[in-house]
């Protein structure tokens, strides 16, 4: 009895030292992930960027908080030559780099580090294109930029112009993403010298809103507000990721009040953290699309009017509810409702078996039998891809299509649904890079992307001129006006069920003001502040 | 004794070899690979694909493959994790302390209230005691980690609010890791309340990894001492007028000590098991999440580098558990 009272005294104690320590403004989230490394280009994770890009770089061009719409960031300005060939920026003048415990900085951002960032990815025989055993510049990659760039010169030291090899309206939305984040020129020359390039993956140097300070693995990020930031010191003096992998503990710790953000919750435990008077939970439909790629090279799926039968046999409703518990919303176009171009004046292909039924009866097609992939992963577009999968076999079964449902290991699944003589329709998503439709119709439906991110391994020609035109015009309203009309030839064409967009939550303490939801995924503290 | 400790350590070369090829063979059964799964949906082109393999030198022949691991690992070197580009080696002991403590924390629990409670059963067969206990040990034995844990958090830490949810230390601490043992460690920082913050933190996680040792220690120990109670030699003690207490304690103890000795060296690889379902519910930073990551990426390395320390790491441990064994029965070690 005397210990139980030790140990409940000694409990007690920690925790009123604990509250009374609290004096700086400490912000914690409990981050579902451990960054793979502090330099965001070698990777392709949104864990990683969240600890890396996000608060501790900047790019030249920024997303502006809660759109995908694309902002001055480093470079005050830029302009584009009439071809669209090159990209010419101003940069910002007196931004400075963090001064951390390892690094000072001798002087302020200018052109060499724009130009460090990019040729260390572009030139294979740039010192820093291979600056640890086995790197692989993955996102710089699949965004084709080693293509796409010509070159990245220095004008002055205040005026960076990037050279292109074809027009590509896109460039700017690329230029914002997490690949492009700006290191600083003389801290790489410093660890060169002292032969630890390593460490620029380890003990990073911003320009950003908050300074690294230390992380131990697998367990806490320390940040500390960045005093010179260019955009102002920070509301909050400290920035903690304290790393919970598991959702219902991330849920108990915010109920708790060890951290004031946590995201992806359980959709069971939404209502349970809506209810705790203590929190608030914000919503947000995210950039993502979830569908069932037909594989359009196969008959009798070569035919829309099939696809199209087959989309009108599924009850979206009924999957909402059952596989995404209200966190989603009914998907008719190939991009989200957040993204600038979508057509809201598409018309979907409602629920309707009897109709399904007879239109697959003039298309001439009889005791169908097929497959259905269900990826063996939870993706934020798809919470449980078996569960779906036997809700549409089951509507399918109601129009006498009969479904096979298949898996495979998720390495195994990506590879093997790429293939252009695939049997069966695949359920997949995608969500999106760059907020740039292009990112989805481009990628996910271009002609180009066939046996490869085209599942449905479609290639329309009217289609593709339309996505192709687009990529060429720098004018947005004339670009809107091209995605447009792609997504009515989508929906025309059916090459896809689209299924659904997810919604996002995020819950918090109520003591937390400032924050704002990312369209893209990520999680931004800068401008984000906390009740003493 | 000395010929006894050079017969078990001849054991240990083979398992050694056969660890590091089933090492090396696991993680390469399994479908798909690092940078499939590195690319995802945005998927790679088969040229990129074989460049990158190219690059990771995952395109030589597999024997050769395994040679260069095998030789590196004999010279310490592990490879560098494909995800984090560090050395295995240096990530894997970042790590271990973490699940070390924990463990050693989780075995004496597991020893101080096992011994005792399968003494006490024992000494009181068929009791209602004797029943609850073992009931409870069945209960403990059968209750899944995962469930368990979360069970234990809601109710201590979200309705009782006793104890922190995860972690080792509050936040509000921070100080730089010199052993890696958070208890040591926290003493060393000199920061008041660093010590009980550490120690509250390892009350939860400790409970639930030593839960199952735990119930098998308690039944194993009731066993043993069922049986030695039984022999004449007790009988003996007992008509020769020694007290209950000492026929127990001193007599009948130690020889039913032998096969619970062993019972709790086999139960490191239990431990090592369960640390990876109790670091992923308490967020705590040790081998057993890094694995479960490692081989969810295919990262080669880090999975084939892990398994073979914690092989050898459970092969040292059974190696001192036979050594004890040969201690405290003489007879063990003089077999030829």
Redesign the interface.
Known sequence: MTKMKLL?A??L??TM??SG??QSK?L?YCSE??P??FDPA?F?AGTTFDASSKPLYNRLVEFKRGTSEVMPGLAESWEVSSDGLEYTFKLRKGVKFQTTDFFTPSRDFNADDVVFSFERQLKKDHPWNQY?????W?YF??MSMPDLLKSVEKVDDNTVKFVLNRPEAPMIANLAMDFASIMSAEYAAKLEADGKK?LL??QPVGTGPFKFV?Y?????I?YAAHEGYWAGKQPIDDL?F?????A??RQ??L??G?CHVAPYPNPADLADLKADANLQVMEQEGLNVGYLAYNSLVAPFDKPEVRKALNMAINKQSILDAVFQGAGKEAKNPIPPTMWSYNDAVQDDGYDPEAAKKMLEAAGVKDLKMKIWAMPVQRPYNPNARRMAELIQSDFSKIGVGVEIVS?????Y??LS?EKDRDGAVL????GDNGDPDNFLA?LLGCDAVG??NRAQWCNKDFEALVQKAKTVSDKAERTKLYEDAQVVFKREAPWATIAHSVVFMPMSKKVSGYVMDPLGGHWFDGVDIAE | MFAFLLRRIGLIIPTFIGVTIAAFAFVRV????PV??????????PE?HAA?MK??GFDRPIYEQYFDYFFSALQGDLG?S?????PVWD?FF??FPATLELSICAIIFAVFIGVPAGIYAATRRGSWPDQTIMGTALVGYSMPIFWWG?LL??LF??IL????????I???Y?F??VTGFMLIDSLLSGQ??AF??A??HLILPTIVLGTIPLAVVARQTRSAMLEVLSEDYVRTARAKGMSPMRVVGVHALRNAMIPVITTIGLQVGVLLAGAILTE????W??IG??MV?SIFR?DYPSVQGGLLMIAVIVMTVNLIVDLLYGLVNPRIRHVR
């Open positions: 409940l000694t409990l104690g920690a030292l604990a320590a609290a400490t914690v992930g451990s793979e490394g070698p392709t640890t055993a086995g790197i692989a993955e990659d699949g390593e993956n380890q230390a131990q693995k697998d367990a806490v320390r903690v304290a790393i919970t992998t598991d219902s503990v108990q710790k109920k708790a060890e495979y290991e998720w390495g195994e990506l590879k790429k997949l998503g995608w969500t990628v490869g991110s | 399994l479908p798909g690979d499939l799964l590195m690319a995802g949906e945005r998927g790679v082109t990129r990158l690059q990771f560098s494909l995800v984090t580009k560090k990530e970042t790590l979360l958090i809601i830490s979200g609010g006793w104890t922190p949810v995860s972690g080792r509050s936040l509000l921070f730089k890791p008041k309340g009980s913050s120690v509250s992923t519910i308490f967020s930073p040790g999440k890094w990551d295919r």
